[in-house]
């Protein structure tokens, strides 16, 4: 069992930044794969970027060159950073632990808001 608890949200005019954190506590943090989704109103959950073990990161198209993901397996954390931020990034994001073995399991956290205003 893993426990994930988001933080870092919040409201943010148009160019702004955020960094979104995620603690994980319960397993070995390590052996997970992080992600970062988001889910807007009326849409679909959808991926925003995520990184592997060995800490190679992908990004959706929307975040490339916007956002950056990282974790630290010291403080079993993943962070996103947000920069450049825009209306269409106004979501409830939430961090996902995934992994296939030695069972195939995942883990989502409660979603913390992040709304693009001016």
């Known amino acids: 069992q893993v426990q994930l608890v988001e933080s870092g949200g919040g409201l943010v005019q148009p160019g702004g930044s955020l960094r979104l954190s995620c603690a994980a506590s319960g397993s070995i943090f390590s052996s997970y794969t992080m992600g970062w989704y988001r889910q807007a109103p009326g849409k679909q959950r959808e991926l925003v970027a995520g990184?592997?073990?060995?800490?190679?990161?992908d990004y959706a198209d929307s975040a490339q060159g916007r956002f950056t993901i990282s974790r630290d397996n010291a403080k079993n954390t993943v962070y996103l950073q947000m920069n450049s931020l825009k209306p269409e990034d106004t979501a409830v994001y939430f961090c996902?632990?995934?992994?296939?073995?030695?069972?195939?399991?995942?883990?989502w956290g409660q979603g913390t808001q992040v709304t693009v205003s001016s």
């Open positions: 990184i592997t073990t060995t800490n190679r990161a």
């Open positions: 996902s632990a995934f992994r296939t073995i030695p069972a195939r399991e995942r883990y």
